[in-house]
């Protein structure tokens, strides 16, 4: 028998007798502990769920230090305590960072973080969170923050459900929307709640993150540097569970090496250059997590790439960014409204063009036009009215793409068009009188008298038909309280009455240098000539 193989038989019967610890027992194969072989594979999973994540998601700052853009908050208010500002909404465009800024907050509090979606939760996912903070806030005092992304996705009566909670101090809400929150969210939610309004991000802003993202990029080749990342499991992510955002990360001692403008292509991309960044901040528009999405096409092509077929690539990769549901809507159709108001035909032709190739309703910008043609241009041109309506039926019957030559002529003819106001301020001033005393009687000679009853009670007497006479005749129309009234019962001005309008010399002076040449204004000449009646006198 080899040597040593005595160890591999079963124990002799003799053995049996003998004490436990006396006895021969074949060696153990040793085995991985479970928590290490749990840890390992849990590792596994979440290097494989970062490397599968898209670039906006991998890179996010760690600290406010490393967040760029939105110096009007970062710098000032949201230096100070977290929990002493209380809950709060964040409104700005898509990719500002909204949600950077509540995760970073909630990083610098003890407080216990919650993230929520409202897309793809509902109020029953909430309930739950509420009893839970109010159980840790009683066992370890540590309170909870609830941020919730699309806070607006949820109906006024569904966000009702935050108000007690928030009342009595056991969660503190933050709270992300690009949509107005005055329109949006209720009044006793906003109310609780302070505002935080988050600009859309500038080119030089853009520029920043892209560059701080190469470098990150360029970084992640070194293996001795990792990203750290954990995807959320579920809708719900706590602290530990940050998905990553539309900002980029950039490690403090990067941050110190990397501080100087970088003028040309970093040597690892020598095809994404400093124009073709210009290029890529314009598309974006303001949105970082666009901005790094068009940067991940980037660096996916050949470094030998013509810069002609990366800059072709950008463009086809960016969809038009009009919402016709949104505010974007409402300030474009504004904006044309006031060009047009303001005769510049040529910025009203723009706002025009920019809504009609963004997919915007045409019939949408015909009735706003009827209404411009009564509010603006009314009683100075009597054809503008008719020629706004004939405008909305053409949109009406013919559609686009024809219709646009339709739009296009009547606002070219709004915005040339002389412009009075009488007639919408006649109607604002008789709206004032009227509400005063809506109880006003009619005066008996203008009240109508279509039976004998009424003619004996005096109906229509004393009224003088005014096409009977030769000559202008009057008649009682006001009630005498109107009549009597300290501000009269002149509701319809004059043509050419300056009564209430402002004269403002820089506001003329700018316009004389941008829309006139320079030359001064010709009516400068009649307010000298009156003005010096008015001393003369």
Not at 97 to 111: E, F, P, Q
Not at 144 to 164: A, G, Y
Not at 503 to 524: C, I, K, Q, S, T
Request: glycine fraction near 6%; charged fraction near 25%.
């Amino acid at each position: 028998m080899p040597k040593g193989s005595s160890d591999l038989l079963p124990a002799r019967r003799s053995d049996l007798s003998r004490p436990s610890h006396l006895r021969r027992h074949p060696p153990e194969t040793p085995t991985p502990a479970p928590a290490k072989r749990l840890k390992a594979h849990e590792g596994t999973i979440s290097s494989r769920l970062a490397a599968a994540a898209p670039l906006p998601e991998r890179l996010r700052p760690r600290s406010l230090d490393d967040f760029v853009g939105q110096n009007h908050l970062t710098d000032t208010l949201l230096q100070s305590d977290a929990a002493a500002i209380g809950s709060m909404i964040f409104w700005g465009p898509p990719g500002c960072g909204k949600t950077t800024l509540a995760r970073l907050l909630a990083k610098r509090t003890d407080a216990v973080f919650k993230e929520l979606s409202a897309t793809i939760v509902g109020i029953n996912d909430v309930r739950p969170l509420f009893e839970e903070a109010k159980k840790t806030l009683q066992l370890t005092g540590r309170r909870t923050i609830i941020f919730l992304d699309e806070v607006h996705r949820f109906t006024k009566s569904q966000q009702d459900i935050f108000l007690p909670f928030i009342e009595q101090g056991h969660v503190q809400l933050i709270g992300a929307t690009t949509e107005n929150p005055s329109f949006k969210l209720n009044g006793a939610l906003l109310s609780r709640c302070r505002v935080f309004v988050l600009e859309r991000l500038s080119d030089e802003d853009i520029i920043d993150i892209v560059k701080r993202a190469i470098r990150r990029v360029a970084a992640e080749s070194s293996p001795a540097e990792t990203i750290e990342t954990e995807p959320p499991s579920s809708p719900i992510a706590s602290s530990s569970q940050l998905p990553a955002s539309s900002q980029t990360l950039l490690d403090s001692s990067q941050l110190t090496a990397s501080s100087q403008d970088e003028p040309n292509a970093p040597s690892s991309h020598p095809h994404i250059t400093a124009p073709l960044i210009a290029s890529l901040a314009s598309l974006s528009a303001g949105d970082a997590r666009t901005a790094l999405s068009l940067l991940s096409l980037l660096l996916s092509f050949s470094p030998s790439t013509p810069p002609e077929t990366l800059l072709a690539a950008l463009r086809q990769s960016v969809a038009t960014s009009y919402d016709r549901t949104g505010d974007d809507r409402y300030d474009l159709i504004s904006a044309l409204h006031k060009s047009v108001r303001g005769s510049d035909g040529s910025a009203a032709m723009y706002w025009l063009a920019r809504m009609l190739e963004g997919g915007e309703d045409p019939v949408y910008v015909a009735r706003r036009m009827a209404v411009c043609a009564s509010e603006d241009i009314g009683l100075a041109d009597r054809h503008a009215l008719p020629l706004a309506m004939a405008a909305l039926a053409a949109c009406q019957q013919i559609g686009m793409p024809e219709c646009r030559i339709h739009l296009a002529h009547c606002v070219a003819y709004l915005a040339e068009a002389p412009k009075s106001t009488r007639a919408y301020d006649a109607y604002d001033r008789a709206a004032a009188a009227a509400k005063r005393d809506m109880t006003q009687p009619v005066p008996v000679g203008v009240r109508n008298a279509p039976t004998a009853l009424l003619k004996a009670m005096g109906h229509g007497v004393g009224y003088r038909y005014n096409p009977a006479y030769a000559h202008p005749v009057t008649n009682t129309y006001l009630p005498p309280a109107v009549r009597a009234h300290a501000d009269g019962a002149r509701f319809l001005f004059d043509e050419g009455d300056q009564a209430g309008k402002v004269w403002d010399e820089e506001a003329l002076a700018e316009w004389e240098v941008w829309e006139n040449g320079g030359r001064p204004w010709e009516g400068r000449s009649e307010r000298v000539g009156e003005a010096g009646k008015e001393e003369g006198a």
